[in-house]
T-cell receptor, first 116, second 114 residues
Framework: GAVVSQHPSWVICKSGTSVKIECRSLDFQATTMFWYRQFPKQSLMLMATSNEGSKATYEQGVEKDKFLINHASLTLSTLTVTSAHPEDSSFYIC????????????FGSGTRLTVV | AQSVAQPEDQVNVAEGNPLTVKCTYSVSGNPYLFWYVQYPNRGLQFLLKYITGDNLVKGSYGFEAEFNKSQTSFHLKKPSALVSDSALYFCAVRDGNQGGKLIFGQGTELSVKP
């Protein structure tokens, strides 16, 4: 079945530094990638939607200059948290949708970001 | 706007008993509904979906869900719960007007005790 590889699974960084999270679709082409943020035992909050080769669409209240999303190819999308602060600590999850859609969404395994 | 609601934050059942995790939806047009399960510090795993067809949908790990249009519900069920079913469960609806993004319910924590 469809697999999305998300790396790193966890990362600790210092305040003010930037962190990049990668999501790769291993056996299908992900025309659309969704990036979510999740707080402990809470629901997933959609941050942005990206389509290959075009700019990401950010949800209201999400700072696009802080959360940089790149979807340069059909198999790779990245989320960069710039100038991270402790309040950015969270669980980040990507979800890919294929060209054929098939109403299937494949999720990455998530990245636990801790900013100290 | 599309939305889903999971009225229970937590559901507790004994192993071997049937379980139900509730979900209601509000959509314009035909609903595309999903159930996902999440284990601690992991991504979401797909359980099942309803697009069209039979109202009873069978999914992974013995789970099933019943689509009820009149009650706008899509409850997740399993005839006999396992301790390993303990996890966080999310109901979701696809937003056809917003690029196909999924809108999630608030989640229900299922605890199955031996």
């Amino acid at each position: 079945g469809a697999v999305v590889s998300q790396h790193p699974s966890w990362v600790i960084c210092k305040s003010g530094t930037s962190v990049k999270i990668e999501c790769r679709s291993l056996d299908f082409q992900a025309t659309t990638m969704f990036w979510y943020r999740q707080f402990p035992k809470q629901s997933l909050m959609l941050m942005a939607t990206s389509n290959e080769g075009s700019k990401a669409t950010y949800e209201q209240g999400v700072e696009k200059d802080k959360f940089l999303i790149n979807h340069a190819s059909l198999t790779l999308s990245t989320l960069t948290v710039t100038s991270a602060h402790p309040e950015d600590s969270s669980f980040y999850i990507c979800s890919a949708r294929s060209l054929t859609g098939a109403d299937g969404y494949t999720f990455g395994s998530g990245t636990r970001l801790t900013v100290v | 706007a599309q939305s889903v609601a999971q009225p229970e934050d937590q559901v507790n059942v004994a192993e071997g008993n049937p379980l139900t995790v509730k979900c209601t939806y509000s959509v314009s047009g035909n609903p595309y509904l999903f159930w996902y399960v999440q284990y601690p510090n992991r991504g979401l795993q797909f359980l099942l979906k309803y697009i069209t067809g039979d109202n009873l949908v069978k999914g992974s790990y013995g789970f099933e869900a019943e689509f009820n249009k009149s009650q706008t519900s899509f409850h997740l069920k399993k005839p006999s719960a396992l301790v390993s079913d303990s996890a966080l469960y999310f109901c979701a609806v696809r937003d056809g007007n917003q690029g196909g993004k999924l809108i999630f319910g608030q989640g229900t924590e299922l605890s199955v005790k031996p």
